[in-house]
């Protein structure tokens, strides 16, 4: 059994485009996130949800929009996207936030924007 | 931001050698987290140190953490050629989030 799941894996679409990204969590855990790992392989956390709750909202642009309609799922939504949208997002979660613990990551879901 | 530097950037040792990546940081933190990257996949939680800690050991792994010169380092002992990968450092921030470093790439030789 996979513990956090993404839907897509691969994602290829034109600019302008609207997408979405799915991530359910079945380890029972309270708290997820989405990080962004670019090119560089730098990875940056973008938002964390708690219990269906947003917790925080790194300085991401409006276009990304997350949803949790359940605390064991979490998706991303993205609007208009860009060419610099181009990145690996993973989505992870934990019980109890990573202030006191470790995350369990998703396998990542490589988006390109061409 | 990004949290800080690791230590080398890349690193290409002989199967059997020992590894040392080492990691620094900015701010003060409640854990280090030390996370392993296969190519194309997702991170996979290695070990934890917490900043009352001084070191910890998981299998062929010692991490140590020092908090008055914001560093951390992770040794693998007797390395094989399954370790090749990309091991990160993040640190357990109040506000609960993980702040990554850049990585350092681990290439094992057999």
């Known amino acids: 059994d996979t513990a956090v799941s993404q839907t897509p894996k691969y994602l290829v679409t034109q600019m302008g485009n609207d997408k979405s990204i799915k991530c359910e969590q079945n380890l029972g855990h309270d708290t997820m996130y989405w990080y962004k790992q670019d090119s560089k392989k730098f990875l940056k956390i973008m938002f964390s949800y708690n219990n269906k709750e947003l917790i925080i909202n790194e300085t991401v642009p409006n276009r990304f929009s997350p949803k949790s309609p359940d605390k064991a799922h979490l998706n991303l939504h993205i609007n208009s996207l860009e060419l610099g949208d181009s990145a690996v997002y993973f989505c992870?979660?934990?019980?109890?936030?990573?202030?006191?613990?470790?995350?369990?990551f998703g396998q990542g879901t490589r988006l390109t924007v061409v | 931001s990004q949290q800080g530097e690791e230590d080398p950037q890349a690193l290409s040792i002989q199967e059997g050698e020992n590894a040392t990546m080492n990691c620094s940081y900015k701010t003060s933190i409640n854990n280090l987290q030390w996370y392993r990257q296969n190519s194309g996949r997702g991170l996979v939680h290695l070990i934890l140190?917490?900043?009352?800690?001084r070191e910890k050991h998981s299998g062929r792994l010692r991490v140590t953490l020092d908090t008055s010169k914001k560093s951390s380092s992770l040794l693998i002992t007797a390395s094989r050629a399954a370790d090749t990968a990309s091991y990160f450092c993040a640190t357990g921030e109040y506000g609960n989030k993980l702040v990554f470093g850049a990585g350092t790439i681990l290439r094992v030789k057999s």
């Open positions: 992870a979660s934990s019980q109890g936030g990573t202030v006191n613990t470790e995350a369990f």
């Open positions: 140190i917490r900043s009352n800690e």
